[in-house]
């Protein structure tokens, strides 16, 4: 496998004036209290991750708990404290200013929770600011960011201002603006938090057709489990600045590492989110019946079918060749069971 | 006991001013004391005391100490005037080519650097007065009166008043629509009939200088502050003192540095301007919600593109109403440097006032008025005004404005030329009407004045001397009896109270320096006018606007009569004032409380609307009655920034109080008028406008602290 395009090691980020000599007297051992009664605040404590090409990494925290400072320590819109931070194998600390500017102009694009538009310049304006920035010939950029303009669905509206737009429509313009420069990474810290539920599915949905068009290689910040459960190839879920658990949704779900992810994954529908692979046997059994499932189907979509069958389902993979066995009673036991803290 | 327990605070405020009262009746008056009229420095009196430090003898009545301190801060005017004198005639000479005489002159380094500065300022004021009124200076600079001889025809012809009226007219409408375009139109016209022209497009002239200079160095600091701790941290006390600094006083020392005239005075206006202009775009810049620098940030924007195309017009609202800001201070400078010679509108005023006929000086005051309304409701437009977009106009629909501007330069110069063929002898009406030949109300209201003055004499004089003998005459009585140490206790005690230790070392700073400047019993005169002027306005500001508020439309006819009042130069409140009382305290004292009541009202409204909406519904379900309303919940909310408009009424107050000087006050202001023209008052000048900005420092530090802490309590901001 290739490097992968985001590496992190072992990453703080401490807000405080002697933060640094803390942290260095620490051995890396973080205690966000000691370090709190010396008047220091741990945004990020000890993150370790790689995010590979074409990956969407999810970060799930609620609001205090250090992932919007992950996000900025990544994109070095602050310096973390300590670690090492790699962007397809460059180190990012060592970076000089002018270095940053080229990462940033090339290779990075971002979206922001509040939008984050310039308010004196129209939508097209908005869309090929980092384009003008970068130097640009006038022209090149207004046409490139007439594409964009298309490809976010803002057409006719190219020369309103943000102020003319509803809160849907001016994360359209910030996601068409981060994507402007083409970049290989994206980030997006808390895209749609701004937004009404109706709106905000509408552009989770729209966001998945994207990425299936372009397939960056993304960061994606949330507070809204759901929504990390929808978009992810693998969730990160922090608290107080440290990772709790990093890994796939069905991994999450099914193996929540510690209390604190419990407590989400328990309201969780899981037949909406688990495939057939996620709780398939891997070995056949004899008494295997006629009923063949694929097994990259969502559970809800085939459990009528299955329990209507008295015998095992066979699972196939996308070459129709049987990879696995489910039997009727084990989905039951994932819809319904496991919930013991619950009732 | 109880109560001791349940009021803390209250029975701290009581033994303080029992402490206060105590040292004030055990502290009897000395025998030799009395207030002094003179100006002491001159005058040798064996009873006096000397002392000398740092090579400077200093001169005063010795008391106890604890009636009055002694003056131990007296070397410090003499000692700035000195180094002045020092800085401009003796440090650092050096060699400097002259133009005139063709040879290396030695001039100190200072002087040259000065010198330098009013000749660039000077020909940027030529340049555009010549523009507006024509003349050959300009064209001078840049070749030689022997040229201009034998060329005549390349004297700047000016423009005709037609123009510059239709042109005002054009960007009025460009910026706030037909109204303010009428409104622009009729002043100018107005200021052409009345024959004002000259004088008018003087003072614009010198504010199209200050303004646009004042503004560059403002955003330029302003970005530096933003950029830099260490900038603001240094920036931060002298924008601090030079809010409340009377501009008086910055006249004197400049005087020394720059000379006297139209280019000094530019150079004052700026000190004064630049600070509100440094404030806003601070604040403006601090504005911009961090997700956008961010994503300017992301963009790859380096540090230039980042502000100039991120931060700044991101803040463009706010620096506008700098630029706003800095109109206002530029036409309220442009009167007072008057007194350094500075020609133009303010000038007028000031002959007219010294002469006594109020008609001419209303009638100039009126001019600079309706400019100053226009200029500040035009930026005021700007700043609102939305950007538009232009992409898909043609050609003629984006310089529309442009063009018709054109075309009225063209008609108002063949106006012109017909007007010089039509009026072949007198004077050309359709190019400038002379400043004698316009229609002159002057006599009119002179007539006015002095039928007012005849009718209501009696009345006049009663009210007059009441005032007088029965209210200001024992107050001031009382200020001056009060002993130093008493005073000292008193502010030193409030601070304590209020803003604990830290507040109290800095108002006993502020006081001590006053108390050890010659000018104590100055500035208790100083203080106990402002005084009496902060408590009439509190009563009438915090009534009206209370009254006011109880109706939206009354509301905002408030405002707007806030607005325009404070549009109007302090100098010209004093013309009404003079008109029906002459030259006395009263009048003073009457322009004090006009001028200071507008914060007063208008912050009074200001923090009755601020009281969130969603309490007031939850009053009103539970039931209660108007008064209730009030007395219960808007008023407590509104409470703290009702104070930061009393701490702006103690600023004007002083203000008015030391330009009251020039009608004949007792106080620190007319020590400052002397100074302007006193040789060696530059020292005397500056320290004394330290002294009355110490005294507004005092007051603005109370104030905000305990602003600050009962915002806090009440958990708004």
Known sequence: MSEPVIKCQSVYKIFGANAEKMLKDSNGNVDAKTFQENGCIVGVNNASFEVSKGEMLVVMGLSGSGKSTLLRCISRLTDATGGKIFIEGQDLLNLNNKELIDLRRNKMGMVFQSFALLPHKTVLENIAFPLQIKGIKTEDSINKAMDMVKLVGLDGRENYFPRELSGGQQQRVGIARSLAVEPDIWFLDEPFSALDPLIRKEMQDEFLRLQEKLQKTIMFITHDFDEALKLADRIAIMKDGIIEQLDTPANIVLNPATEYVRKFTEEVPREKVLLIKDVMDETTTSDIGDLKVSKDEIIENVAEKILTQEKTVAVTDGKNNIVGSINPAKIINTVFGGRKNNH | ?717
């Open chain 2, 1 to 717: 006991m109880e109560l001791l327990k349940k009021y803390p605070k209250l029975f701290q405020w009581l033994f303080l001013l029992a402490v206060f009262f105590a040292l004030c009746f055990a502290i009897d008056v000395p025998e030799t004391y009395k207030f002094i009229r003179g100006q002491a420095e001159f005058v040798k009196d064996p009873n006096q005391s000397t002392f000398v430090f740092l090579g400077k003898e200093v001169r005063y009545y010795a008391f106890d100490v604890f009636w009055r301190l002694p003056p131990l801060l007296g070397w410090l005017p003499i000692w700035i005037n000195d180094s002045l004198f020092f800085l401009m005639n003796d440090w650092m000479p050096m060699e400097f080519w002259n133009e005139d005489t063709q040879e290396y002159k030695t001039r100190p380094l200072v002087l040259q650097i000065t010198r330098n500065l009013t000749a660039f300022m000077t020909f940027l004021i030529e340049l555009i007065r010549e523009i507006l009124l024509g003349g050959l200076e300009t064209i001078v600079a840049f070749t030689s009166w022997d040229w201009i001889d034998a060329n005549p025809w390349a004297e700047l012809p000016g423009l005709p008043w037609t123009i510059v009226a239709a042109g005002s007219a054009i960007l009025a409408y460009k910026l706030g629509g037909k109204g303010l375009a009428l409104y622009a139109l009729l002043s100018m016209t107005y200021i052409s009939i009345f024959g004002q022209w000259k004088p008018s497009m003087q003072t614009l002239s010198f504010i199209l200088v200050a303004a646009p200079l004042s503004f560059i160095f403002g955003l330029g600091l302003g970005v530096a502050a933003y950029k830099s701790k260490r900038v603001e941290k240094a920036l931060y006390p002298i924008l601090l003192v030079m809010q409340t600094m009377p501009q008086y006083a910055v006249l004197v020392p400049a005087l020394v540095l720059f000379g006297v005239g139209d280019h000094a005075a530019v150079i004052i206006t700026m000190i004064v301007a630049v600070p509100p202009m440094i404030l806003l775009t601070l604040l403006g810049l601090r504005a911009v919600p961090p997700e956008v620098i961010e994503a300017g940030r992301m963009s790859g924007c380096n540090n230039w593109q980042l502000m100039s195309k991120v931060l700044i017009p991101t803040a463009r609202r706010d620096i506008l109403i700098g630029v706003n800001q800095v109109i206002m201070v530029c036409f309220s400078m442009a009167v007072i440097s008057a007194f350094i010679g500075a020609k133009g509108l303010g000038f007028n005023l000031l002959l007219a006032l010294n002469q006594l006929n109020i008609g001419l000086a209303l009638e100039a005051g009126l001019c600079i008025s309706l400019i100053a309304i226009l200029l500040d409701k035009m930026s005021l437009a700007w700043a609102n005004k939305q950007v538009d977009y232009f992409g898909n106009l043609n050609f003629f629909q984006r310089n529309k404005n442009s063009l018709f501007f054109g075309v009225i330069v063209i008609v108002g110069i063949l106006l012109a030329y017909f007007g010089s063929i039509y009026f072949k002898d007198g004077y050309n009406y359709l190019f400038e009407v002379p400043h004698n030949k316009g229609i002159s109300t002057a006599d009119f209201w002179n007539k006015g004045v002095d039928w007012i003055f005849d009718t209501f004499f009696v009345y006049i004089k009663a009210f007059n001397t009441w005032l007088i003998v029965d209210v200001l005459q024992p107050m001031r009585a009382l200020y001056l009896r009060m002993p130093a140490i008493a005073t000292l206790v008193l502010v030193v005690g409030a601070g304590y109270l209020i803003g604990g230790v830290r507040s109290a070392l800095v108002v006993c700073g502020l006081t001590l320096f006053i108390a050890l400047s010659p000018w104590w019993d100055r500035a208790l005169v100083t203080t106990y006018m402002a005084t009496f002027g902060v408590l009439v306005s509190c009563t009438i500001g915090f009534t009206v606007g209370t009254l006011c508020f109880q109706n939206k439309h009354s509301t905002n006819f408030m405002l707007n009569v806030c607005d325009i009042f404070q549009t109007f130069p302090s100098f010209v409140y004093l013309i009404p004032v003079m008109m029906l009382f002459g030259i006395t305290d009263t009048s003073v004292l009457i322009a004090v409380i006009v001028y200071a009541t507008i914060p007063a009202t208008r912050y009074t409204i200001e923090g009755l609307r601020s009281v969130p909406a969603g309490l007031h519904d939850a009053a009103t379900m539970s039931g209660v009655t108007k008064f209730q309303r009030l007395f219960k919940i808007e008023f407590p909310l509104a409470f703290p920034h009702m104070m930061l408009g009393l701490n702006q009424t103690i600023v004007f107050a002083l203000f008015m109080v030391i330009i009251g000087a020039f009608i004949g006050t007792e106080d620190l202001g007319q020590y400052i008028l002397k100074a302007l023209s006193d040789k060696k008052g530059a020292g005397i000048g500056l320290t004394l406008g330290i002294c009355v900005a110490f005294i507004g420092l005092i007051f603005d530090n109370l104030i905000r602290t305990w602003v600050g802490k009962r915002k806090k309590h009440l958990g708004i901001d």
